[in-house]
């Protein structure tokens, strides 16, 4: 029996035809059986896609052979076989929908003024070295950290990424302008852009952990200073990388330790909750 991997990967590049390369990748990604999410824009690409393992490998060789994908960062987990209810390949103007296409600048090295990325080993010298002054910045919307973060990281009001330009610029964050900040998000595709937007707003020492808190977790598992489950959007809705990880997330219910995301529309008309099983069957009114 084949065995079901999921890859995440994104690349920066100017992208002269978007609505090829769209045509291009639903075709093979189709010919290979894959599901999942494929977003195409002038800016790049962005995929988590999921299938048999021969079908993923395929996949991945078959997108490396366009010279600007050659170089793509994939990251690899494992799946269920049933992560993703179908194939989606888009054609957006943003790869991640921060909501100011234009305040993105592309160049064949990727995205122009983003911060300083740092290895998961230079993340924790950097720690080690500087733990007074070091700012962890959550890049993600703020359900996501509720069941994982980083140890002391500033969780942002956010609940889509619109809201992290929105709160950037105006000066949320203000106050770490001449601090040393991470900032960090599940595979970097996020950083990139909220990394470049501290930049332009002034901030003196912006960084990005290379691959994001996926490649951090692959390197230190739980004995690092990520804390809890990384949440991820598919069917498995969180990773743990280890078999230690945590409990931070509480019920929004009952409160008790869970990290389990559902769709649970309440009161406040929410979508998504962190709720345990217990509470999970059942209906606010």
Request: net charge negative; aromatic share 8%; hydrophobic share 40%.
């Amino acid at each position: 029996m084949a065995t079901p991997k999921i890859v995440l990967f994104y690349v920066f590049a100017p992208l002269a035809d978007p609505e090829a390369i769209r045509l291009w990748q639903l075709g093979i990604a189709s010919a290979s059986n894959l599901r999942g999410r494929i977003v195409v824009s002038p800016h790049g690409i962005n995929v988590t896609v999921g299938g048999d393992l021969p079908d993923v490998k395929r996949y991945v060789r078959a997108t490396r052979q366009y010279p600007a994908f050659k170089n793509a960062d994939v990251k690899w987990s494992d799946g269920t076989g049933a992560d993703f209810p179908k194939l989606s390949v888009k054609v957006r103007p943003e790869m991640v929908t921060f909501g100011d296409a234009g305040r993105v600048r592309v160049d064949a090295d990727g995205v122009v003024g983003g911060g300083v990325h740092l290895s998961p080993v230079q993340v924790n010298a950097m720690v080690e070295n500087r733990a007074e002054e070091v700012v962890f910045l959550d890049g993600r919307n703020e359900i996501e950290a509720q069941i994982g973060r980083f140890r002391n990281a500033v969780v942002p009001r956010a609940k889509t990424t619109r809201d992290l330009l929105r709160l950037v610029d105006d000066g949320e964050f203000d106050e770490f302008v001449n601090r040393p900040v991470i900032t960090y998000c599940t595979g970097g595709v996020r950083c990139e852009v909220l990394s470049s937007l501290l930049v332009e707003r002034g901030f003196t020492e912006v960084y990005q952990i290379d691959g994001g808190i996926v490649r951090y977790a692959e390197e230190f598992g739980d004995d690092g200073l990520w804390e809890g489950s990384v949440y991820v959007f598919d069917g498995r809705m969180s990773v743990d990388y280890s078999d230690h990880t945590a409990v931070i997330g509480q019920c929004a219910q009952c409160g008790e330790p869970t990290k389990n995301v559902a769709n649970y529309p309440d009161r406040d008309g929410r979508e998504l909750m962190v709720v345990c099983g217990s509470c999970s069957g059942s209906r606010v009114p």
